[in-house]
């Protein structure tokens, strides 16, 4: 295992304080390196929060900022925060109008942002929206059900742009439930990711060997296959996507496509994948009229991407045009 | 090799087609696929292009939009874009107040940039600046002098902003050769980069070595190495970098601090990087007072970073701090 790194036990707390030093302007690095929260919080705002395992990076901590999250809580790689990290997070951001966790469909995650809410003994108001945008498997490793991935960012960002606008927390539950029904993704994987305490590959793929729907811990996804075209890949995800949404009976009209880098990928082949995916969605009659390509839900320094869709109505399509201002996504500021 | 790319011989282009479709809001692909151009040219401004092989990527095309580049160049993989597509970007994006050239020191990027210039028959200006940013060696497979590297965007970024401003063109070649005194880089590889026309890795490296100074297309550096801890890396370069920009009498006081990924590197690694560089740079006295962390001069899959080091004045501070809206770069707008 070749990484940038000092030690295991030390890269999410070196990186943690890098991120914070070097985004000194957005974002503050909570005690006890608990949470991420903006630098400057908005007093009667529904404050957006939330976490996951770290490797994931830019997501969450990244999505910090005007027009995105308040606090994200930073768990060790591919492990969950705990409860006390989204209290100490809740209380710090909350403005008065109530918290929105925003959560990916894991157990530990789950299981944890539910216990932080019990355990919450005030008057603070919570309401959790959970994220399950993954087509490949309908339970895995570490889901019941479907795995929450690369479309979180796009949950996080229209329902951040809602509650900066003022909407209340009851709202930005709702759009966020139907951000992530409008939502589906698929991943593969042309490498295995190496956790830095394991030190080996969590998977072996042969020379012309992929995981087809991969997770983004690495989890087996529908099949292992063998290499192919980045024209063959994109038509496979982009019929799952489609073919999902539509018997859900989601309007396909007019997308959102992200075309997310896992880590390891080059930029030069997430546009060639983005040329791919936009061409078989334009054959299936669905117009692209909102894009982001780039690695923002990465899985540590796995090969591959993911593909994300997600259903635009007018509304949705304002909201991720309203600014941002975080580490990793910014415009109109 | 496993690339998410349909042929060596295609994915240039349809990188390219996925590029500008992504980006239709910010920038037009010329005809036959000669050069990226902003999608709105401001009339009177001087025109900033630049360009070089591909597999950079964002650079240099990333960089083209509001506050930047006014139109990139894009050559073959790791190969000079010609004089031709210099001359026909020039054509599509001079407004009048003359064209500057930004240049990495490598000789087939010389010799087609100054071929392009002396093929120049009508009135326009054209002048040239050269960026050689990197510490490591002197000269290598591809350069007389020293090579140019990640410290072009800096450059890029600098005179970007003055010529939104209304400098003129001997003003923007001044301050960009003003830019490029004031900044140095080093980078180093984990693994190497793989041409996909080449199929196979440009170089290689045991599973316990580095390449040390190692150059944007693989190219060797300094030593090879084995691999050691991001503290020891990062103090091997800040003391190449800063030895260097004292030795040549630049200020050194306050800086900007780029932390640029090579492709396939994940941004938990270029934080630790970024954290322990800091560090480094404090015990020196100096400051960092700007941060970009990223992968945004890449060398196709390459794992490993670069450090760059600018000593900032006050101008080149708020030229730093100016709107920039282009796909790669954006804040401010």
Redesign the interface.
């Known amino acids: 295992m070749?990484?940038?790194?000092?030690?295991p036990e030390t890269?999410l707390a070196?990186?943690?304080?890098?991120?914070a030093?070097?985004?000194a302007d957005l974002v503050v690095l909570g005690a006890e390196r608990k949470f991420v929260r903006r630098a400057v919080l908005k007093p009667g705002k529904v404050a957006l929060l939330s976490g996951g395992g770290?490797?994931h990076?830019?997501l969450h901590a990244?999505f910090v900022g005007h027009g995105m999250l308040d606090a994200a809580c930073p768990g060790q790689v591919f492990t969950s925060p705990t409860p006390d990290q989204m209290m100490a997070a809740a209380e710090a951001v909350d403005g008065g109008a109530g918290v929105l966790f925003i959560v990916k469909n894991y157990e530990g995650d789950v299981m944890n942002f539910d216990m932080a809410r019990e355990m919450e003994t005030g008057d603070r108001l919570i309401e959790t929206v959970l994220v399950d945008d993954d087509v490949a498997v309908e339970a895995s490793t570490y889901s019941t059900g479907r795995r929450g991935v690369a479309g979180t960012l796009v949950v996080e960002k229209i329902v951040g742009a809602a509650a900066e606008r003022g909407d209340n927390l009851a709202a930005c539950r709702e759009l966020g439930e139907r951000v992530n029904k409008a939502t589906r993704s698929m991943g593969v994987a042309?490498?295995s990711c190496t956790v830095p305490a394991a030190g080996k590959p969590t998977f072996n793929l042969a020379?012309?060997e992929?995981e087809l729907g991969v997770g983004i811990h690495g989890e087996p996804g529908r099949r292992r296959a063998k290499?192919t075209?980045?024209?063959t890949?994109a038509q496979d995800m982009v019929t799952a996507i489609l073919d999902d949404l539509q018997t859900s009976g989601q309007d396909t009209a007019e997308v959102l496509l992200l075309v997310n880098g896992f880590?390891?990928?080059?930029?030069?082949?997430?546009?060639?994948?983005?040329?791919?995916a936009?061409a078989r969605l334009a054959a299936r009659n669905v117009r692209?009229i909102r894009?982001?390509?780039g690695?923002y839900v990465?899985s540590?320094?796995m090969?591959?991407?993911s593909l994300t869709v997600t259903g635009l109505d007018g509304e949705m399509a304002a909201l991720w045009d309203a600014p941002v201002?975080t580490p990793a996504l910014?415009?109109?500021?």
Chains 1, 2 share one sequence.
């Open positions: 070749k990484k940038l790194i000092n030690t890269v070196e990186s943690l304080d890098g991120f030093a070097a985004h770290s490797g990076e830019p990244g042309l490498t020379e012309d992929i290499m075209d980045a024209d890949l880590g390891g990928t080059p930029l030069m082949e997430l546009y060639v994948m983005y040329h791919a936009r692209v894009s982001l390509v690695s990465t540590l320094d090969a591959g991407c201002q910014r415009w109109g500021i």
